[in-house]
């Protein structure tokens, strides 16, 4: 009864793979395992469960010889990946349970769970590390092999991985229940109330008390386990053989350049933003007056429409072109007729309008698409969840019924599309093809969506075209630097460039250097800013939402031309192209089987990832926006740069002449001759019906 093969594992000789059948098992090695007759795991066979683990002890190891053996190894991938569905499953179900309803007892088991998948995890990785890859012939075999050996965190010390996990635990949670309290009254919650108040309050008191409170709240209470952090994922990231931290996770991209490459597309973009950034300080200051704006400085963080700054839109009344022509008001519109699922539903349209897939049952069943109102305290930043059975998806978000909402359920819903076209690859594939694929997906729908007539709010709106480019480049062009810099920050943190005792200053420096952006009150090395930021307290890394901006524009121009699109790219909407459709599924299938610059070609023709579409789709804003700031004289940039309140100055950082601003030396556009002043391009003046596009990073 399959006896034979299955002492072929136990062949002791030079013992490398042991394993062991015993009381100290782990569950996922008690599933009967068989090895069948091509040399597969076979699960099927064992007359009456029994199973090689029958044995109180067994061994299983592979020979050298077998070290060679392509089928062996293929063998053993299969062994992989039925056991990895199961504990992968399990630890999504009780993570799952627990950011859905934090208690103590679910965060036990979630800790359980995570070192179950540790153990897994390290188990393999260090098994796949043996086999003497190179004479492979299947290039699947060889990619899964060689990815199986990155075991990330499982690399630590159990007892520092215990420790590391609560860390992560005690973050990401400190971030969730973080409220910030009225003095006499109700304690507010980030999502909705804080958030809220900081998109359509312009008391600029109000939105300080905002501001502050939620950095009290949550950046000063995870600086001191932030420093331990920064060591544990450090010391993971070595035993993984990195250098730091951040290198473990550039090298998600496959590629040496990284750094060098997202600096010079940073660069490229710069102008963009900068014209914005001068365009809407103007308007700021219009509004708020010379007190808070200074017309040649950064702009204070607090006044932006946005808890981080990385988004404008909310501020869109404040700097609209033409005001006379005010967008819709589609949020207004939506609120009481429309509830949260209907939301879904209407993302869910426009991927099944392109041929691709729709959600399962389980999606509607399972998924949490509200804060939930019994009390539960849950963590409300929107996610998507892949289950690993091909069957359970989920979506975790407290939706409000507003137009931002509906564009971040589009942005989630790309990663759900992503999930099951890939579920029937190796679950060792089931991710993007890197991790910026992952955040297109949904937003290169956006892109569409701003302009799809058929969204909710049909036949309501009607307005300026460049009313809504400037909405638009509210949400995007303004993320282009934020975007960029949280990881630039966290590089640095994990290589020691930037230490412990200066990561505040730090942080400042780098946002008045990319944002162009200054602390509306005085900050210390007691406060940790950054810490504000979810993907900084949830540890997740931030750099694929820089890359994934770019790289929705190349995919957005790639699929209107699929299907069929004539004229300019911002008013492009694939809706309803089967060929659109079928060139992103193509793509999808792919999960990270290939190398990313081989699956961006399949869909683009390109190799790299380049600015040229975003900057056409932003062409015509661009040359409006110029044509404002000369009129109005402006200067780019911020040359008095340093942030003073009473005695504190924050020190700024030193600037390259290149990456300084000013009004001789900004990208192409000189404004120093007024003789010579650019003429005003002709305004673009189709209306256009459409609200921003908006992702959720
Ligand atoms: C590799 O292993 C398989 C299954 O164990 C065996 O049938 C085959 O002969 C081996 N191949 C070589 C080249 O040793
Ligand atoms: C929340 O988790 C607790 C266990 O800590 C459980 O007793 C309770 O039923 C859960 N609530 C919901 C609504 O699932
Ligand atoms: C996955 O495989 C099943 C069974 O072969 C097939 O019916 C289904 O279409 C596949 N799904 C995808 C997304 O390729
Ligand atoms: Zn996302």
Redesign the pocket.
């Known amino acids: 009864q399959g006896q034979g093969e299955v002492t072929k594992w136990v062949c002791p000789g030079p013992s490398l793979l042991v394993l062991f059948c015993h009381g100290q098992l782990l569950p996922w090695l008690r599933a009967e395992v068989w090895l069948g007759p091509e040399g597969a795991w076979d699960q099927a066979r064992g007359p009456g469960g029994a199973g090689p683990c029958q044995d109180s002890t067994m061994l299983i190891s592979f020979s050298t010889d077998e070290l060679y053996n392509e089928t062996v190894a293929k063998a053993f991938l299969q062994f992989y990946e039925h056991t990895a569905q199961v504990v992968w499953n399990q630890f999504m179900e009780a993570t799952w ?1 627990y950011v859905t ?1 934090i ?4 965060r036990e088991e979630m800790l359980l769970k995570d070192m179950e998948r540790s153990q897994h995890t390290l188990y393999f990785g260090t098994r796949a590390h043996l086999f003497k890859i190179d004479d492979f012939q299947d290039p699947d075999v060889k990619r899964m092999l060689s990815k199986l050996q990155n075991v990330y965190k499982a690399a630590l010390p159990k007892d520092e991985l215990q420790e590391y996990n609560q860390i992560l635990a005690y973050m990401k949670t400190t971030y969730s229940m973080a409220q910030v309290c009225l003095s006499e009254g109700p304690c507010l919650p980030l999502e909705p109330d804080l958030e809220e108040i900081m998109a359509t309050s312009r008391d600029q008191e109000e939105l300080l008390w905002a501001w502050q409170g939620w950095r009290d709240a949550v950046g000063l209470q995870v600086r001191m386990t932030f420093e331990r952090y920064v060591q544990l994922s450090n010391k993971a990231a070595k035993l993984n053989g990195y250098k730091d931290m951040g290198a473990m996770w550039r090298s998600a991209y496959e590629s040496d350049t990284l750094e060098r490459d997202v600096e010079q597309l940073y660069e490229e973009l710069q102008p963009l933003y900068l014209n914005l950034h001068t365009y809407v300080r103007r308007a700021l200051y219009r509004f708020y007056g010379p007190q808070l704006i200074n017309l040649r400085g950064p702009i204070p963080a607090h006044v932006l429409g946005n808890m981080w700054a990385q988004s404008w839109v909310s501020i869109l009344d404040l700097v609209l072109p033409f005001p006379e022509k005010p967008p819709e008001d589609v949020t207004r519109i939506m609120r009481g007729q429309v509830r949260p699922k209907k939301m879904f539903q209407e993302a869910e349209k426009f991927f099944t309008s392109l041929g691709l897939l729709s959600t399962p049952p389980e999606f509607w069943k399972n998924s949490m698409m509200e804060r ?1 109102t ?1 009390g ?1 305290e849950v963590e409300c930043h929107a996610s998507a969840w892949d289950f690993y059975n091909g069957e359970d998806f989920r979506i975790k978000k407290c939706t409000e019924v507003t137009i931002e909402d509906l564009l971040s359920i589009f942005h989630q819903m790309g990663h759900i599309q992503y999930f099951l076209q890939y579920k029937n690859l190796s679950v060792i594939f089931r991710t993007g093809a890197n991790p910026a694929f992952e955040e297109a997906v949904g937003s290169v729908i956006t892109l569409s969506a701003s302009s799809h007539s058929q969204l909710l709010t049909r036949g309501l709106l009607s307005q300026e075209e460049v009313n809504v480019l400037m909405s638009i480049a509210l949400e995007m062009v303004a993320f282009i630097p934020f975007a960029y810099l949280v990881d630039l920050f966290r590089w640095k943190v994990f290589d020691g460039t930037i230490q412990k005792a200066v990561y505040n200053q730090e942080w400042w420096n780098l946002r008045l250097k990319y944002q162009g952006l200054c602390p509306p009150i005085p900050r210390t090395e007691d406060d940790f800013d950054p810490g504000a930021k979810f993907h900084i307290s949830a540890s997740m890394p931030y750099i694929r939402y820089f890359f994934s901006l770019v790289l929705q524009f190349q995919f957005h121009e790639a699929l209107c031309k699929a299907s069929g699109h004539v004229g300019p790219l911002h008013r492009c909407n694939i809706y309803n192209s089967k060929n659109a459709g079928k060139l992103l599924e193509d793509v999808l299938k792919l999960g990270s089987s290939k190398p990313w610059p081989e699956v961006l070609q399949k869909i683009t023709g390109e190799t790299k990832v380049s600015t040229k579409a975003l900057m056409t789709y932003f062409k015509p804003l661009l040359n409006w926006l110029v044509t404002e700031n000369v009129r109005h004289g402006e200067i780019l940039g911020w040359p008095d740069f340093s942030c003073t309140f009473g005695n504190l100055i924050l020190i700024p950082p030193p600037f390259q002449p290149q990456t300084l601003p000013r009004a001789t030396t900004a990208g192409s556009h000189r404004y120093t001759a007024r003789s010579g002043l650019p003429p005003p391009p002709p305004l673009p003046s189709a209306p256009l019906s459409h609200p921003p596009p908006w992702a959720r990073p």
Request: proline share 11%; aromatic share 0%; no cysteine.
């Open positions: 349970n309803n208690t103590n007892k679910n939930p019994d539960r």
